[in-house]
């Protein structure tokens, strides 16, 4: 069964930073693409960037030019860099496969706050 452990979230100021890890285990992750979704109160979990596993990247237009997703297939993480986070980046952040309809069992996530 693969697991997907979310770390790296907290809280910070408009305009600040934090860099999100995800680990995943239990799965040779090189060939799955990967994706990084958030779900903010009363909203539904929307994907925000993914990465192929060939590293071709996609972002939501909400965050483009701000958020940056990478991965390591050697250490079976994927990262993604947020840089001028808003108040409306404010949610529970997970990772999961993407560009395709199944998905992995779906971690705890880690929460972002944006708040001055």
């Known amino acids: 069964q693969v697991l997907l452990v979310e770390s790296g979230g907290g809280l910070v100021q408009p305009g600040g930073s934090l860099r999100l890890s995800c680990t995943a285990s239990g799965t040779n992750f090189n060939t799955y693409h990967m994706g990084w979704y958030r779900q903010a109160p009363g909203k539904q979990r929307e994907l925000v960037a993914s990465?192929?596993?060939?590293?071709?990247?996609y972002y939501a237009n909400s965050v483009r030019g701000r958020f940056t997703i990478s991965r390591d297939n050697d250490k079976n993480t994927v990262v993604l860099q947020m840089n001028s986070l808003k108040f409306e980046d404010t949610a529970v952040y997970y990772c999961?496969?993407?560009?395709?309809?199944?998905?992995?069992?779906w971690g705890q996530g880690t929460q972002v706050t944006v708040s001055s």
């Open positions: 999961n496969r993407a560009l395709v309809p199944a998905r992995f069992s």
């Open positions: 990465i192929t596993s060939g590293g071709t990247t």
